[in-house]
C-alpha cells in the first residue's frame, strides 16, 4: 500500500474534512447525535446519504491547496 504523493495535506481536502466531521460525529453520544440531527433538522435514516453526498462533492471540487505544485 502507497499513500498518494500529496498525504500530507490531506487535512486540507475537503473529502477528508467531511470524514473527520462523520467520525467525531459517530463519537458523540447518541442524545448528542439526536440534538445535532433536530439542530440540522435532518433525520437519523439521512445520514449516509448527506455524508456521501458530501465526499461526492468534495472530490470534484478543485482544492489548489492540496497539490504539490501549489506554495
Known amino acids: 500500500m502507497r499513500l498518494i504523493p500529496n498525504a500530507g495535506r490531506a487535512w486540507r481536502m475537503l ?28 433525520g437519523p435514516e439521512r445520514i449516509p446519504g448527506v455524508i456521501g453526498l458530501g465526499v461526492i462533492l468534495a472530490r470534484l471540487i478543485d482544492q489548489p491547496k492540496t497539490r504539490d505544485d501549489t506554495p
Not at 470524514?19 to 440540522?40: E, F, K, N, W
Open 15 to 42: 473529502s477528508v474534512q467531511i470524514a473527520t466531521v462523520a467520525v467525531v460525529y459517530s463519537a458523540l453520544p447518541a442524545d448528542q447525535q439526536a440534538a445535532v440531527l433536530a439542530l440540522l433538522g435532518i
